[in-house]
């Protein structure tokens, strides 16, 4: 009589230890299943936080800087004119434009490191990639963490204004690495945007070798 006891005991303990790793086996395929659906919305949804926040940061940034140090056309380049009043030449203005794109690198990242951990709401049916289920479902936060790694180069071209005429562009191009993070993810991102910093219309023929040496970076 004990010994069947035993034995039923043993076999009941048997299936509840098979239970017990069939439900964790079962746990595990469906997390996987679900790390599989959700990663790829999970990353587009935090490259999209990503970019809108590294845009304000740079935006806010630029404008400040360009306000504040009074950046004109005559801060990155000059105009050359022969005897005849015709144009000889556009030179570029490198050390302002060295001490320019540094210091407004420095500004840049300084402020996306003064930002701190921004976080965001998201809904779960947002991240589930159906339209019947966005914006349902419950809220997941995500934490987005800008790195202090944004590059700055300024970039000008040539365009044709009309007749006997031409626009100098300016351009700063800057680039941002941002780090955003869900639960259980973590991603890498890449912002980049460009922004006009000065323009000027020179009226006459600009020289050829002027056009190539303004064309790209500086």
């Known amino acids: 009589m004990i010994r069947r006891k035993k034995r039923r005991i043993h076999i009941r303990c048997i299936i509840c230890v098979l239970t017990l790793l069939a439900i964790i086996i079962l746990l595990i395929i469906c997390f996987i299943k679900l790390d599989k659906a959700v990663g790829p919305s999970a990353k587009m949804q935090a490259e999209k936080l990503s970019e809108h926040m590294a845009y304000q940061i740079i935006t806010d940034t630029v404008s400040q800087y360009i306000t504040e140090n009074g950046c004109k056309y005559d801060s990155f380049s000059t105009i050359v004119y022969d005897e005849q009043g015709n144009v000889s030449s556009v030179e570029a203005l490198s050390n302002n434009i060295n001490r320019i794109q540094s210091e407004l690198a420095s500004e840049i990242n300084e402020n996306m490191n003064l930002s ?51 626009v100098h562009r300016i351009y700063a191009d800057i680039s941002a690495d941002m780090t955003s993070s869900f639960p259980l993810y973590s991603f890498e991102t890449r912002a980049e945007f460009r922004y006009l910093i000065a323009e000027t219309v020179i009226i006459g023929e600009v020289p050829d070798y002027s056009l190539r040496a303004w064309n790209g970076n500086m």
């Open 116 to 166: 701190g951990n921004t976080q965001a709401e998201i809904p779960l049916g947002n991240i589930s990639g159906s339209y019947l289920l966005a914006d349902r479902g419950p809220v997941i936060k995500v934490g987005i963490c800008p790195v202090g790694t944004a590059k700055v180069k300024l970039v000008s071209f040539f365009d044709t204004a009309g007749i006997n005429q031409s």
